[in-house]
């Protein structure tokens, strides 16, 4: 089992900046791949960055390059999301997710996923 604890959610004014954290404890090592998803209201639950634990490669989706930068801390065991120049629509929660994952974009390749941090942006 895993467990993971997102922090760092909030209000924010658009143009404005926060940083999640994804903390991992228990059978970390059985994982490959953290991610960062997000579901707005009426929405489906949708990818917005990932980062592999060894190589550090790293993925965004597209609505977020060059405003988002996902960073990990192996002894930590924590991963982070830096969000910049936030827009209205990315108001959502923001799940972080653990696995052995082979396409990290994919929610259904993650088999733990977090409560959940509440990131609303207000214009």
């Known amino acids: 089992q895993v467990q993971l604890a997102e922090s760092g959610g909030g209000l924010v004014q658009a143009g404005g900046s926060l940083r999640l954290s994804c903390a991992a404890a228990?059978?970390?090592?059985?994982?490959?791949?953290m991610g960062w998803f997000r579901q707005a209201p009426g929405k489906e639950r949708e990818f917005v960055a990932a980062?592999?634990?060894?190589?550090?490669?790293?993925y965004y989706a597209d609505s977020v390059k060059g405003r988002f930068t996902i960073s990990r801390d192996n002894a930590k065991n924590t991963v982070y999301l830096q969000m910049n120049s936030l827009k209205p629509e990315d108001t959502a929660v923001y799940y972080c997710?653990?696995?052995?994952?082979?396409?990290?974009?994919?929610?259904?390749?993650?088999?733990?996923w977090g409560q959940g941090t509440q990131v609303t942006v207000s214009s």
């Open positions: 980062i592999r634990w060894s190589s550090g490669s790293t």
């Open positions: 997710a653990s696995g052995t994952v082979l396409n990290p974009t994919k929610p259904r390749e993650y088999d733990y």
């Open positions: 228990g059978r970390t090592f059985r994982s490959s791949a």
